[in-house]
């Protein structure tokens, strides 16, 4: 079936610099992504999402960019703190009645001080 | 803090029971999802209700079923469990149903079947 997935499933960045997290999905009919960070023992926590009439948007310290034609998400986190260490997920709606997550398998990042 | 409240914690039982968890969204919020997250798995999306009635089904066993009560509080009820049934099972709401708002998560209830 149609799957989000992620290229890397860790990373590993120094304290200040930036981060640059990837997810592919397949399934061309989302039109709504989100990332969602989770630390051990929490829930997912939002941190940004984006509707597919966008290329890019921008919060504090993040960064998502959008690419419909490859099918290509990315999230950047400027100046990587120790506490954005955390399992980060993308995830994909798609168009319709419901609103129910498709999960990729998520991308651990480590900042190492 | 999401907002979103899940209890139990933890729930540790044996193969064949049943269980039930408990699920309030955030204030105002009246779409509640469950998902599953599991080692080999991921986290799946089970089911959503939306203001009392079921709006989507995902990859939820028979054994498994849900509802949500005029509070908009929701509850999970897992039966004749199994050992594969061991997961983080959470609870997220959101606003409406339809609408491109982001769902927040609780923080699970950890479920563990010996």
């Known amino acids: 079936g149609e799957s989000v997935g992620l290229h890397l499933p860790t990373l590993s960045v120094q304290e200040g610099d930036n981060s640059i997290i990837n997810c592919a999905y397949s399934?061309?009919?989302?039109?709504?992504f989100i990332w969602y960070k989770q630390e051990s023992g929490k829930g997912p926590q939002f941190i940004i999402d984006?509707?597919?009439?966008?290329d890019k948007r921008q919060g504090q310290r993040v960064t998502v960019l959008l690419n419909k034609t490859v099918k290509h998400l990315s999230l950047q986190i400027a100046a990587t703190q120790p506490g954005d260490s955390a399992v980060y997920f993308c995830?994909?709606?798609?168009?319709?009645?419901?609103?129910?997550?498709?999960f990729g398998s998520g991308t651990q990042l480590t900042v190492l001080p | 803090d999401s907002g979103v409240t899940q209890t139990p914690k933890h729930l540790i039982t044996a193969t064949g029971q049943r269980v039930t968890l408990r699920c309030s969204p955030r204030s105002g919020d009246l779409s509640v999802y469950w998902y599953q997250q599991s080692l080999d798995q991921g986290l799946q999306f089970l089911i959503q209700y939306y203001n009392g009635e079921e709006r989507a089904k995902g990859n939820i066993l028979e054994r498994f079923s849900a509802q949500q009560f005029p509070d908009l509080h929701s509850e999970l009820n897992l039966s004749s469990l199994e050992l594969g049934d061991s997961a983080l099972y959470f609870c997220?709401?959101?606003?409406?149903?339809?609408?491109?708002?982001?769902?927040?998560f609780g923080d699970g209830t950890r479920l563990s079947i010996l």
């Open positions: 995830a994909e709606a798609p168009s319709g009645s419901a609103r129910q997550l498709t």
């Open positions: 984006i509707r597919s009439n966008m």
């Open positions: 399934n061309s009919a989302s039109d709504y």
């Open positions: 997220a709401s959101s606003v409406g149903d339809r609408d491109d708002q982001p769902q927040h």
